[in-house]
């Protein structure tokens, strides 16, 4: 039997929405959409995922950023990230990049294959005030360079923040203190971590399904947590894969329109007209 004590409950369960970006990637888009519009510090959560060319191959021509960071992590396929700064890099299977937009890039995010399963997930965070006209900054993160452990029947790939066994995520330096993981669990497994008592916290499901805190959560299903410092999950009888995220939240206002995202409207339109100018 699992310790209940300060464990956070599912406060909303948000499904998934097919939606379309860039030059036509078909997705299921779940913070961000009009059911779940954010969750501070989150703004958006994708779950790319097809073995169909027509659905990636199009991929993510040229488009700017300004004010928040995107977080791609890679299941399966290859994708290639350029910007306007000759930045360049590959994203394989199993990596993560974790880019901080900062005052602005213009990049493209475009598929290394003509056929296979293409499948991730792409996170934006938003920046603190201060933060939001820093320099553009990038941590990619090969695969082998992600720690995994076991843990019972939970194997745990941690990508940010540490675990309860002082595992440590090679994602550093983020503003909002990240926890980010990749959890796999067995049929009927059991998984429990600390959650930092003072971040807001989600689970999204992406195979099989979990009693989150108590609570049926399915396949590309997001569960919104309430307050507290544990999360816990028990597999279904097909085991469940889910990734579990937390961040400090800001309390900020939000100006966002498309790719920018500041604090007011005058900020916003000077985003437009610096990317206009070819300020970035």
Known sequence: MMETSGLRPVVRVVPGQA?????GVQLTRVIGSSALSELDPFLLL???GSADPKAYIAGFPDHPHRGFETVTYMLAGRMRHRDNHGNQGDLGPG?????????????SEMPLQEDGLMRGFQLWVNLPARDKMTAPRYQDIPAD?????ARGGARIRVIAGRTTEGTVGPVAGVATEPLYLDVALAP?????????????????VYEGGAAIAGKDVAAHQLAVLGPGT???ATAAADGARLIL???????ETVARYGPFVMNTR????QAFADYQAKKF
């Open 245 to 251: 995220v937390a961040g400090r939240p800001l309390g």
């Open 46 to 48: 994708d779950e790319f």
């Open 230 to 232: 544990r999360f816990a």
């Open 266 to 269: 005058a900020e916003l339109e």
């Open 95 to 107: 990596s993560v990049q974790w880019m901080t937009a900062g005052r602005g890039i213009v990049h």
């Open 188 to 204: 009927g497994a059991e998984f429990a971590e600390a959650v930092p008592a003072g971040h807001n916290a989600f689970a999204y």
């Open 145 to 149: 360079a992600i720690p995994e452990l």
């Open 19 to 23: 939606a379309s970006d860039g030059a």
